[in-house]
């Protein structure tokens, strides 16, 4: 799949400088020509430059020329008369323009495009034979995701192209479209657009050309890439995209590693389910995942909790790394036998952090903000409960965070006071965004050893990349 950088410059002195500044770099530079005041098109098409694809709406159609259909159509002819390898036309201004076009093209490509900024329509294969009518050598559709669902779409559509032969750019606009522009390729998307910087973009949910080739190695991807993704909500601060991503690349594997934001879990893994290979699952579906897998790994049906699933034979098998990788870090730090142990939490990760103790020998109490959660998840493990009330009668040996507080973002700072804290207490936070949150902060002036979130994420990751690579061999 081609990578198209994005421009909207505001001058022909800012166009000539971004056409020489990326010559050699991307494959093709569309130029949104509808903000250059001083527009020149001899002087912008003048060789040497990149390949580029002269785009040029109007207000109604999310751009800026104050011109005219007529002036428009006039401009797109000039771009064909000076050599100009693809120009950009509206659908909606029908056949007639288009076709006048196509007359003139000679070597130039006309790309049909449709937007919506509202939605997707769940119709789309009657407007895609519709504009294959116009017989334009490619066709573009665009459309805004409200749902993670609607690029399955999408992806549909980009196979039936496939199956005519014909060329198509297909995508998702929008937060929730963000990894239509990613694994378009897969499924034999034309291109994929990028912009040159977060600020720069000229559509919602366009991603960096940074991010397109260093992070995802987009120009990569192919109908055989394997797909790996984190499923939960919200996804946008995890680290595992840069991990795993660091890992294929480096180990030259046909794999990428994106983030689905999921609201229906269910609606998901129905619709994605030929499309991916394995998943990081986190909140808020590392228990209701549960209710969707096949098969289990013993300790994850022991804890009920899953944060990777790996499909083998068509069936879904459910992991949790988490518990490995935290009982791993303990150990590192201290014998376990016998310890005193505070859970605080009575979420997904807390249940995890409360068996791992547990598992271990260790003297385990459960502290909850809600009394009613926090009984109810002692009973089943099988440990003690209390409130935060009472921390302060409790004199642990290791203290454990399963909540989000500290969390970048969360305005309380610490649910804990200083004064709890003790000298050779062992202190681990699942909080990986800031590294030291306050709660470890806090410990470390009082003498106390930390285990902090980013070594839990980076441990659980490596069991879970050994899992992806090796459900690739199968």
Request: hydrophobic fraction near 40%; charge should be positive; aromatic fraction near 8%.
């Amino acid at each position: 799949m081609k990578i198209c950088l994005s421009i909207a410059p505001n001058s022909m002195r800012d166009a000539l400088k971004m056409l020489r500044d990326f010559r050699d770099t991307p494959d093709l530079i569309e130029v949104r020509i509808d903000g250059i005041q001083d527009l020149n098109l001899a002087q912008l098409l003048h060789h040497p430059r990149p390949k580029v694809i002269i785009t040029n709406r109007r207000k109604a159609e999310v751009g800026i020329f104050p011109g005219s259909a007529n002036q428009q159509y006039e401009i797109l002819s000039e771009a064909i008369r000076l050599g100009a390898e693809y120009v950009d036309v509206e659908f909606s201004w029908g056949d007639k323009f288009t076709k006048n076009l196509l007359s003139q093209s000679n070597k130039t490509k006309v790309i049909c495009s449709y937007h919506n900024f509202k939605e997707t329509p769940k119709k789309l294969e009657s407007l895609y034979r519709k504009m294959r009518k116009t017989g334009a050598h490619i066709i573009k559709i665009a459309t805004t995701a409200n749902d993670i669902a609607d690029n399955k779409l999408i992806f549909d559509l980009l196979k039936q192209s496939r199956r005519d032969k014909q060329k198509m750019i297909a995508l998702c606009m929008g937060v929730a479209g963000e990894i239509s522009r990613i694994l378009g390729g897969k499924f034999g998307s034309y291109l994929t657009y990028a912009s040159l910087t977060e600020k720069a973009k000229t559509a919602d949910g366009q991603l960096t050309y940074n991010e397109l080739i260093n992070l995802y190695d987009v120009d990569q991807i192919n109908y055989r890439t394997k797909v790996f993704g984190l499923v939960g909500n919200p996804v946008k601060q995890s680290k595992g995209i840069y991990f795993h991503n660091k890992i294929f690349i480096g180990k030259r594997l046909d794999a990428v590693y994106v983030n689905f934001l999921v609201c229906d879990l269910h609606v998901f893994i129905s619709k994605f389910r030929n499309v991916f290979n394995g998943l990081s699952v986190t909140m808020p579906f590392k228990e209701e995942i549960a209710n969707l897998l096949d098969r289990f790994e013993l300790d994850s049906v022991r804890l009920g909790i899953y944060n990777t699933v790996i499909k083998r034979n068509d069936k879904l098998i459910g992991y949790n790394t988490d518990l490995p990788a935290m009982i791993s870090l303990l150990k590192k730090r201290t014998n376990l036998r016998g310890k005193n142990v505070v859970v605080l939490g009575t979420g997904a990760i807390a249940k995890t952090m409360a068996y791992a103790a547990l598992s271990n020998n260790c003297i385990t109490t459960i502290i909850g903000r809600n009394p009613n959660k926090a009984e109810i998840l002692a009973k089943e493990l099988g440990c003690e409960w209390t409130t935060f009330d009472d921390l302060h009668s409790l004199d642990p040996d290791i203290l454990m965070n399963g909540t989000s507080v500290g969390m970048k973002g969360n305005r309380q700072q610490s649910i804990v006071p200083k004064s709890f804290f003790k000298k050779g207490m062992i202190v681990f936070d699942a909080v990986y965004n800031p590294v030291m949150t306050p709660l470890l902060q806090d410990a470390v002036k009082a003498g106390c050893e930390v285990i902090t979130g980013l070594e839990l994420f980076e441990k659980q990751a490596q069991l879970q990349s050994k899992l992806f690579i090796e459900s690739m061999k199968w």
